[in-house]
């Protein structure tokens, strides 16, 4: 029986180790996501957000503009939803975490 028990044991610690790295990937994912917001902000205020400033209503140019700067916004509302996708997922995984440290503990 001694047997079983440090195989589930080990089994446990070995699937709280994995659950690390998985919060440990989502970290580094909302990170990536993150930078990319930060890029994609910067873009909407340098130069482009320069052309769109200059333009007027019923131009080509501000046409091109306010179809970049609408794409640009919904990029932005994916990855925010894509964010706070990540952040759940590290919750439900601490949450597993803690369950298998539980049984560990017993």
Not at 11 to 36: N, P, Y
Request: proline residues 2%.
């Amino acid at each position: 029986m001694d047997a079983l028990n440090l195989n589930i044991q080990q089994l446990l610690k070995s699937q709280i180790e994995m659950r690390h790295k998985d919060v440990k990937t989502a970290r580094m994912t909302i990170v990536f996501l993150q930078d990319g917001l930060s890029d994609t902000a910067e873009l909407m205020c340098g130069p482009y957000g320069s052309i769109r400033a200059a333009t007027t209503d019923h131009d080509p140019i501000s046409d091109l503009a306010q179809s970049i700067d609408d794409n640009l916004s919904a990029g932005i509302r994916l990855v925010v939803a894509s964010i706070r996708r990540w952040e759940c997922e590290i919750a439900q995984i601490t949450t597993q975490i803690m369950a298998l440290e539980s049984q560990l503990a017993n």
